[in-house]
């Protein structure tokens, strides 16, 4: 079973930085992508950024320029560093990791979420 724990949210300032940190661990045959979605209270829970195996990363138009995601490949370990955050970058935020559980079969697994809060 793949577990994720994630850490590093909390309450900031507008405009203040922020870094969270999700580390996976279980069976995994090759990991496929690591990512972080976040969901504001009312609201549909969105993509804020993936990285994949080869590098190429993703981001939402509202964190691009702000926020920035890398990996450590050795340790599974995926981070977000958080810029210039807003008020509306407050939500709960999730780790996620697309992985093959076997050569041909893949899965996706969550963490449990942290929480950042930004006040104006």
């Known amino acids: 079973q793949v577990q994720l724990v994630e850490s590093g949210g909390g309450l900031v300032q507008a405009g203040g930085s922020l870094s969270l940190v999700c580390e996976a661990s279980?069976?995994?045959?090759?990991?496929?992508?690591m990512g972080w979605d976040r969901q504001a209270p009312g609201k549909e829970r969105e993509l804020v950024a993936t990285?994949?195996?080869?590098?190429?990363?993703n981001y939402a138009d509202s964190v691009k320029g702000r926020f920035v995601i890398s990996r450590d490949y050795a340790g599974n370990t995926v981070y977000l560093q958080m810029n210039n955050l807003k008020p509306e970058d407050t939500a709960v935020y999730y780790c996620?990791?697309?992985?093959?559980?076997?050569?041909?079969?893949?899965?996706?697994?969550w963490g449990r979420g942290t929480l950042v809060t930004v006040s104006s």
């Open positions: 996620n990791v697309y992985y093959y559980s076997d050569p041909v079969s893949h899965d996706i697994a």
């Open positions: 990285i994949n195996s080869g590098n190429s990363i």
């Open positions: 279980g069976s995994m045959f090759r990991i496929i992508s």
